[in-house]
C-alpha cells in the first residue's frame, strides 16, 4: 500500500466518530450507481475492510440506512444485496450535479431578491427557495444570483443590480457561508495535493487501494461542494480556493478511475452476477459540461 494511502486512512480514522453510515452512502453513490445501483454485502465488506471498518459497523450502519428510508435489502439464499430507495435515488440525482457537474454559470449582473410574507410560512417556502440556491439577507427576504423558474410564486419579487463588484461580493458573503465554505475547500486541497503530487510522480495504487483513494476523495470534497451555494466567480473573493479544488478533484479522480472500477469490474458482484459496467453518464464527470452520473447525497 502506498504512504499516500496509509496517511490518508490515518486521517480518515481520527476523525471522531467514524460515520460508517456516510462513508457508505458514497461507496453507493460514486462507484455502485452508475454500475446499475445493487450490490451484495460481501461486496460492500471487501471495501470496507480496506477502509479498516470492522464488520459489525457496516451491519449496524446499513440497518440503520435501510430503517430510515435511504436502502432497502432483500436475501438471496445467505446473500444479502441492497440498492438505494426511491427517495434516496432522488437525492442522489440532486447531489450528482453539484459534486461531477460543471461550475457555476456565468453572472447576469443582478440579483433576484424575494419578500416573503412574513414570520408565518405554512407552505414551506422558505425552504424551498433555499434549496433552489437562494441565500438569507432578513427573516422574510431572500436572495439569489441565478433565479430559479417558479420559485418564489405569490411573493414579492424584485430585481436588484449591485453598483460595484464590491458591492456585489458584500451582499453575497452576507448572504450565503462564503467563508466557511472556502475554509472548507482549502483543507481538502490541503489534504490531497500530496496525493495528486504522487501520481503526477507515477506513483499508482492497488486496484483495490485506489477504489478507496477515489471513494475518500469524494467524501471529502462533497463535504464542501454540498455546503457551496456555487454562486458565479464574480460575486466570489479573489483567492477563492473552490475551483482549485474542483481541478484537483477531478484530476485525481482521472487517475485513480481506471484502476478503481478495474477492482469493481473484476470482484464487486449484484444479485445476478458480477456488476455491469458503468454507464455512459460515468465518463462525463468532471467534464466542462457533461451530464454526470450517480453521485452521494446524504451526510
Known amino acids: 500500500m502506498a504512504d499516500f494511502v496509509e496517511d490518508l486512512l490515518d486521517a480518515f480514522h481520527r476523525r471522531t466518530p467514524i460515520r460508517a453510515g456516510s462513508l457508505v452512502v458514497t461507496v ?39 430503517a430510515d428510508g435511504w436502502f432497502e435489502r432483500w436475501k438471496l439464499g445467505r446473500n444479502s444485496f441492497y440498492r438505494l430507495t426511491p427517495r434516496g435515488r432522488t437525492a442522489f440525482a440532486r447531489a450528482t450535479e453539484r459534486i461531477y457537474g460543471p461550475p457555476a454559470q456565468a453572472w447576469a449582473g443582478a440579483f433576484d431578491l424575494v419578500l416573503l410574507d412574513g414570520a408565518a410560512d405554512p407552505a414551506g417556502r422558505r425552504a424551498d427557495l433555499a434549496a ?21 410564486a405569490g411573493a414579492l419579487r424584485l430585481t436588484a443590480q449591485p453598483e460595484d463588484a464590491a458591492t456585489a461580493r458584500r451582499l453575497a458573503a ?58 458565479p466567480a464574480d460575486l466570489l473573493p479573489e483567492d477563492w480556493p473552490g475551483a482549485a479544488a474542483r481541478d484537483l478533484c477531478a484530476e485525481v479522480y482521472r487517475a485513480l478511475a481506471p484502476a478503481a472500477e478495474g477492482w469493481l469490474a473484476a470482484h464487486a458482484t449484484n444479485d445476478a452476477g458480477p456488476l455491469p459496467p458503468a454507464s455512459p453518464a460515468f465518463a462525463a464527470r468532471f467534464a466542462a459540461g457533461g451530464a454526470p452520473g450517480g453521485a452521494p447525497a446524504a451526510g
Open 28 to 66: 453507493f453513490g460514486d462507484a455502485v450507481v452508475p454500475r446499475g445501483g445493487v450490490l451484495s454485502l460481501e461486496s460492500l465488506l471487501a471495501i470496507t475492510r480496506a477502509f479498516r471498518i470492522g464488520d459489525g459497523v457496516v451491519r449496524t450502519a446499513l440497518s440503520r440506512l435501510v
Open 132 to 152: 433552489a440556491g437562494y441565500g438569507v439577507l432578513g427573516p422574510d427576504l431572500l436572495v439569489c444570483a441565478h433565479p430559479a423558474e417558479g420559485a418564489g
Open 174 to 231: 452576507r448572504a450565503w457561508p462564503v467563508a466557511e465554505v472556502g475554509a472548507r475547500y482549502a483543507r481538502f486541497v490541503a489534504a490531497f495535493a500530496g496525493v495528486a503530487a504522487a501520481l503526477r510522480r507515477g506513483r499508482r495504487p492497488g486496484d483495490l487501494d485506489a477504489l478507496v483513494v477515489r471513494i475518500l476523495l469524494i467524501h471529502d470534497y462533497r463535504r464542501a461542494v454540498l455546503k457551496d451555494p456555487l454562486l
